[in-house]
């Protein structure tokens, strides 16, 4: 047992390092190795054992954000590089009367007990739940206040996106997404899902831990392997992550009615429009917060991430798209910038992203295309924002994405309305 020096102990401190509630085992062997939960601050904490003598047990703790907790859950960062970046670790001493708490730079730790290069988190059991979170976080939400225009727009969104993972899973079914009291943990609205509101009878022996499993897989699916996986759609049998969820829905169809089966290619072109829906909401704008945390929360009311959804994610799953609808036949892309006719009704000037209403004269139809504003002009006083808040039709300049003839995606030039 490596000595600390005594001038490291904490003592008013102390309660930071130490978890006080949500405690979940992530790797047990005899007793916990490897643990998560909460100080009485609701900090995250991410806890190890680290070595024991006939006295004492000795645990590394570390506090996480939820970022940070995800990319382990993940399996994006190691034990080890968190241990690393974040430098400052807690050392927990458990002995059979006391409990005491150092605060230590990571180099403290002999190299002989510092966790290994693939020291990723393990995969473990979790609660399934049919209930979801989720949270504003930064700003004004760290506050437990919100604006009511932007809190609207969240909520709809995703409602809007849970509902299409559920129809995107099941057929015959009318879901209902009802919206429970607020509770405190920066700006939390929760979200309870019935899927037989009417008592159809619809799931009459239903399993509901592989209702869970399927809704949980399909919704972080984007989040977790979208990225990643997009290159190889096109290649068939390449066991990737997007073929392990079809084979998992395949399986659990043999147990749940209704279970909505498709063909990889259709499956695949459902999971790119479910993701648009993630986009989307990457793009509202966050004047009052700057994050959106997404949780499934489980039986025992305790609170698990799913995503947190920011920027950086949005220029991800973007990324993702355009890579898919390059690759796809079903894809075509003007070549030069036509006239198109627009009605926009949502607009983020920051990231210029939105989406209208598309009006195509020749075919008579209106498209609800997504819509990206090249150029840095600021955008405020212009056509597009007076489209936005007037309720007006403005012609752009624009080149056009088409999925089966379908316009999806407008790229229109800068020209600050100069086309209107």
Known sequence: MFKIPNQYKLHDTYDM?????GKKILLYDDEPILYTGFNRYR?????????????????IHVILDEKEFLEFKFRK??????????RN????????????????????????????????CPKYLTEHSL??????????????????????????????????AIVNVFTYISPKISIVAHNIGSFQIQYKIELD?????????FEEKEIRNL???YLSYPIQHLPEDVNTFHIENTKSNIDILMNSIKEESKILPNVRLLKREKFIEKMINFSRKYEEICDLEKKHFTDIQISKITKNETIEPIAILDTNYGKKISNAIRVYETNSPNYETDNI????????YHINVETRKGNANLFDESTKKVFKPRIYILGTNSLAGTEYTKSLHNNKRIKVLAKATRFKKRIIYLEIQDSTGDYA
């Open 17 to 21: 390092a130490i978890i006080t509630q």
């Open 43 to 59: 900090n995250r904490i991410l806890g190890s054992f680290l070595v024991e003598n006939q006295k004492v047990k000795r645990f």
């Open 77 to 86: 960062k190691t034990l080890s590089s968190i241990y690393y970046e974040k």
């Open 89 to 120: 670790l807690f050392i927990i001493d458990i002995s059979a009367d006391r409990l005491d708490s150092y605060l230590v730079d990571a180099t403290t730790i002999p190299k002989e007990l510092f966790p290994g290069s693939e020291s990723y």
């Open 131 to 164: 209930d979801y979170s989720t949270s504003l976080l930064g700003n004004e939400a760290n506050n437990h206040e919100a604006d009511p225009e932007e809190l609207s727009k969240v909520q709809t969104k995703i409602a809007v996106l849970l509902k299409s």
């Open 197 to 205: 509101p009417d008592n159809h009878r619809l799931f009459p022996e």
């Open 215 to 217: 809704l949980d897989g």
């Open 337 to 344: 910038a036509k006239e198109y006719t627009l009605l926009i």
